[in-house]
T-cell receptor
Framework: AQSVTQPDIHITVSEGASLELRCNYSYGATPYLFWYVQSPGQGLQLLLKYFSGDTLVQGIKGFEAEFKRSQSSFNLRKPSVHWSDAAEYFC????????????FGDGTTLTVKP | ETGVTQSPTHLIKTRGQQVTLRCSSQSGHNTVSWYQQALGQGPQFIFQYYREEENGRGNFPPRFSGLQFPNYSSELNVNALELDDSALYLCATYQAGTPYEQYFGPGTRLTVT
């Protein structure tokens, strides 16, 4: 069975500081990995995705993520956080043949201090 | 902003009632997935429809059912509502066979009292 673990429920960073959100997954085949962001009362917006190729992927809003197969991890990073980045972040894993059946982690809430 | 819309935005129902939620897919997307997101949790896959047929179901009971129409819009029906059904219900659409990116709607917030 596939699963996603986001070990950090809540992270607080100062504006301008760097950010790393952790994601570990369990999947029996080649995974298709995603990071989404959700603002309060909103749906999910895709930040970036990975299914093959370069293990460092770039996304929108200055985010990037690195796939490490040996560690079953797909951590999200941003070099300098902006106040508008405060939101909830979800990591998800899906099948390459059908990402529409994704399994999500429980999310990490990001608070940005001025 | 995606082209996926959901209605209604909010809904309050009483335990035991039935509810229908609606989703209009982004143009050209023939596959729709429904997710339940309880407070403080990530979305959980309920089921998926492809070309009007159910194409996989998560760990949800049969009182959760769905429909997909020829224009690819979709409905989620929940019978015999329980308090634990209170959640944000999200639909996500994509075009099967293309590089796999789901587009999520804004969700319907269902409260069961």
């Amino acid at each position: 069975a596939q699963s996603v673990t986001q070990p950090d429920i809540h992270i607080t960073v100062s504006e301008g500081a760097s950010l790393e959100l952790r994601c570990n997954y369990s999947y029996g085949a080649t995974p298709y990995l995603f990071w989404y962001v959700q603002s309060p009362g909103q749906g999910l917006q895709l930040l970036l995705k990975y299914f093959s190729g370069d293990t460092l992927v770039q996304g929108i809003k200055g985010f990037e993520a690195e796939f490490k197969r040996s560690q079953s991890s797909f951590n999200l990073r941003k070099p300098s956080v902006h106040w508008s980045d405060a939101a909830e972040y979800f990591c998800a894993v899906g099948a390459i043949t059908n990402a529409g059946k994704s399994t999500f982690g429980d999310g990490t809430t990001l608070t940005v201090k001025p | 902003e995606t082209g996926v819309t959901q209605s209604p935005t909010h809904l309050i129902k009483t335990r035991g009632q039935q509810v229908t939620l609606r989703c209009s897919s982004q143009s050209g997307h023939n596959t729709v997935s429904w997710y339940q997101q309880a407070l403080g949790q990530g979305p959980q896959f309920i089921f998926q429809y492809y070309r009007e047929e159910e194409n996989g179901r998560g760990n949800f009971p049969p009182r959760f059912s769905g429909l997909q129409f020829p224009n690819y819009s979709s409905e989620l029906n929940v019978n015999a509502l329980e308090l634990d059904d209170s959640a944000l219900y999200l639909c996500a659409t994509y075009q099967a066979g293309t590089p796999y990116e789901q587009y999520f709607g804004p969700g319907t917030r269902l409260t069961v009292t």
